[in-house]
């Protein structure tokens, strides 16, 4: 008799599925923060759409585990996700290792995105950073046919990077104007985080009012009202036709 292989994390919310776009956060928020009014559009677009937490954020200052990751699920439904999953790393260690890498791998391979969107490396957080170290030996041992690895070997086509507690140069803004009601709820939804004594510049009840102000710069760039920034891993192709 043969069994499924054991999956690499655990699912928060949903059932792992392929999916068109997946967004890599080192901790619970960070997605939401950094890229939430583009998942949202997705989403509402039709789009499957999926958050993968690598830590469960145990090390931070306020919340728990358990509290966490009830946050996430609500933010899930929030904003419309088809799938969310924790890989379980351990909070402040997020680095390229061949175990962590393997594991994300594995999820990838599980999930099947589309488009992958990671933290940007010039992020100041070290586990920020040391997830874009890890996403990409995780990308390249998903598609290899020969990795150690379950599950079918599989491509990314596309990696995308946002913004955390860094500025970025971005190739691409994305107009999430109208989403900002949904957006702002599901980034309260992690109440543990955003309600109390500040702790940090992205631990604070003024999360809002920060974050916003980032968009409004960009969108006011994009000429619209509000815009989140990515940089592309590649060169983006673009129809002429299309300016």
């Known amino acids: 008799m043969t069994h499924p292989p054991l999956l690499p994390f655990q699912t928060v919310y949903g059932a792992p599925q392929p999916l068109d776009w997946l967004c890599l956060a080192p901790h619970p928020d960070d997605a939401e923060i950094g ?22 954020g145990e090390r931070g200052t ?15 439904v929030l904003m419309g996700l088809s799938w969310r999953g ?19 791998a594995a999820a990838l391979r599980a999930v099947r995105p589309r488009v992958l969107v990671v933290p940007h490396h010039r992020d100041r957080h070290p586990d920020h950073f040391g997830t874009y170290h890890l996403a990409r030996r995780a990308v390249h041992l998903a598609q290899l046919r020969r990795a150690d ?7 990314i086509s596309r990696t995308l990077l ?3 507690n860094a500025d970025i140069q971005p190739g691409l803004l994305v107009d999430v104007g109208g989403v900002q009601a949904q957006w702002e709820a599901a980034v ?22 920060r974050r916003r102000a980032r968009q409004s710069y960009w969108g006011t760039l994009a000429r619209v009202r509000y815009a989140e920034a990515f940089e592309a891993e590649d060169a983006l192709l673009v129809d002429p036709l299309a300016l």
């Open 35 to 56: 890229a939430g009014g583009t998942l949202i559009r997705l989403a509402q677009a039709g789009r499957a759409v999926g958050i993968l937490e690598l830590s469960r």
């Open 62 to 76: 306020q919340g728990t585990p358990q509290i966490r990751v009830q946050e996430c699920a609500r933010a899930a």
């Open 86 to 104: 924790n890989l379980g790393l351990k909070d402040g260690e997020l680095a390229d290792t061949p175990a962590g890498a393997h594991a994300l």
């Open 149 to 155: 690895l379950d599950g079918e070997p599989h491509r």
């Open 162 to 164: 946002y913004q955390g």
């Open 188 to 209: 309260r939804a992690h109440a543990s985080q955003f309600t109390g004594e500040a702790v940090s510049e992205t631990v604070t009840p003024e999360i809002i009012e």
